[in-house]
């Protein structure tokens, strides 16, 4: 059974259009061609949106028990951020406008279900926590 997992990340100051062009490399492979392409990439977006990609498969094997090697990119969205509005200097006296953009990125994986991970997890849940007081040596 196929379960899905997602991470974001917000506020990237990195425009969305230079980001969409990692992006779009990733989607539909799987998790270990995906870090590959990430690492050997020369786009500057590529290191966030790696340190995103680990990030989504860390919530999809903690929080869903979803299996590591059959996770999949399952799709990926880049929307604009807030921009920073900066003024440059210009001859005789005048300035323009700069505008710094930001990206919020969203990654969804997709993968399999590790029905044993889940019943330890279950069980693990289930059993009361041993406490010991503190400072005290067993």
């Known amino acids: 059974m196929n379960f899905e997992a997602t991470a974001q990340l917000?506020?990237?100051?990195?425009?969305?259009?230079?980001?969409?062009?990692?992006?779009?490399?990733?989607?539909?492979l799987p998790v270990e061609r995906a870090r590959q392409e990430l690492k050997f990439s020369a786009k500057d977006a590529a290191r966030p949106?790696?340190?995103?990609?680990?990030?989504?498969?860390?919530?999809?094997v903690h929080n869903h028990h979803l299996k590591p090697e059959t996770?999949?990119?399952?799709?990926?969205?880049?929307?604009g951020g807030s921009i920073l509005y900066r003024w440059?200097?210009?001859?005789?006296?005048?300035?323009?406008?700069l505008r710094?953009?930001?990206?919020?990125?969203?990654?969804?994986?997709?993968?399999?279900?590790?029905?044993?991970?889940?019943?330890?997890?279950?069980?693990?849940?289930d059993a009361p926590a041993e406490k010991t007081p503190a400072g005290k040596a067993e």
Do not use: F, Q
């Open 49 to 60: 949106v790696l340190k995103l990609l680990e990030s989504a498969v860390a919530n999809a």
């Open 100 to 125: 710094k953009r930001t990206a919020h990125v969203s990654m969804v994986l997709s993968g399999e279900v590790d029905e044993k991970a889940k019943a330890v997890a279950a069980a693990g849940a």
């Open 10 to 28: 917000n506020s990237l100051r990195i425009s969305p259009r230079k980001v969409r062009l990692v992006t779009d490399v990733i989607k539909g």
């Open 88 to 97: 440059m200097p210009r001859a005789m006296g005048r300035a323009t406008p």
């Open 71 to 79: 996770l999949v990119v399952k799709h990926t969205a880049v929307n």
